[in-house]
């Protein structure tokens, strides 16, 4: 293997969701510049705060919305039932 090529700073990070505070754990090589505790095991992490995770993604929740202009949801949903037959 190459020397070198590696980070060095791969480490755990604090991921904080800003819209209900989740936390993630996920090693990273993200800059960070503040620390806090985590709440899932109590330990000091380096923190990088999210506007918005897969805790809170409308795609990721359920809470998509699909907005239909002229009927071309259905016309697709009909081209694919043909497809499968």
């Known amino acids: 293997m190459k020397k070198d090529i ?3 700073n791969y480490r755990p990070v604090l991921f904080i969701d800003n ?3 989740t ?7 993200v800059k960070t510049s503040e620390t806090a505790k985590a709440k899932i095991d109590k330990k000091e992490y380096p923190v990088f705060m ?3 995770s897969s805790a809170t993604h ?6 998509e919305k699909i907005l239909d202009t002229a009927g071309r949801v259905e016309r ?3 081209k694919r039932a043909k497809a499968k037959k």
């Not at 936390?23 to 090589?29: A, K, L, Q, R, V």
């Not at 409308?58 to 809470?63: C, D, E, L, M, R």
């Open 76 to 78: 697709f949903k009909q």
């Open 58 to 63: 409308p795609f990721y929740t359920g809470q």
């Open 23 to 29: 936390e993630f754990i996920i090693n990273s090589t």
């Open 19 to 21: 819209s209900d505070n």
């Open 50 to 52: 999210v506007e918005i």
């Open 6 to 8: 590696h980070p060095q």
